[in-house]
């Protein structure tokens, strides 16, 4: 899973998720205990989850206090502005002018492209 998409949504949620596939990786590793090969493959991906669900947990803290830092620094009755529904949908509809902007062009189809060889010629 890429990184990016691993920190994004929430990730206190995926956390748990991965801390849980950890535990079952785990407990799925001391019932093979006797195949030291499948015993190992299974403890290094329990390792492997447990570590990327304790790092996500220590993320989603961290973003947590972040966004608590943030909101402590704007001014309450702005705070209480931004919350308003009419708010919402005013950034909601400039969000959508500037990104109804900012989309790229299509690239012309390969008949496009001919017709534009032929005209040239």
Known sequence: MALQGMLSGDPSKRSKVYLAIGALSLVKAIAVRRDRDRFRRELLDAGLFLGA??????????????????ESQ????????????????????????????????????????????????
Do not use: N, Y
Not at 85 to 90: D, F, L, N, P
């Open 53 to 70: 669900g304790l790092a996500l947990r220590r993320f989603s803290k961290m973003k947590a206090q972040k966004r608590q830092e943030l």
């Open 74 to 121: 704007v001014p309450d009755w702005m705070a209480d502005a931004m919350r308003s529904e009419a708010a919402r949908s005013g950034l909601r509809s400039i969000a959508k002018q500037q990104l109804g902007r900012s989309e790229p062009e299509p690239e012309p189809t390969l008949r496009d492209r001919a017709r534009g060889v032929l005209a040239s010629l």
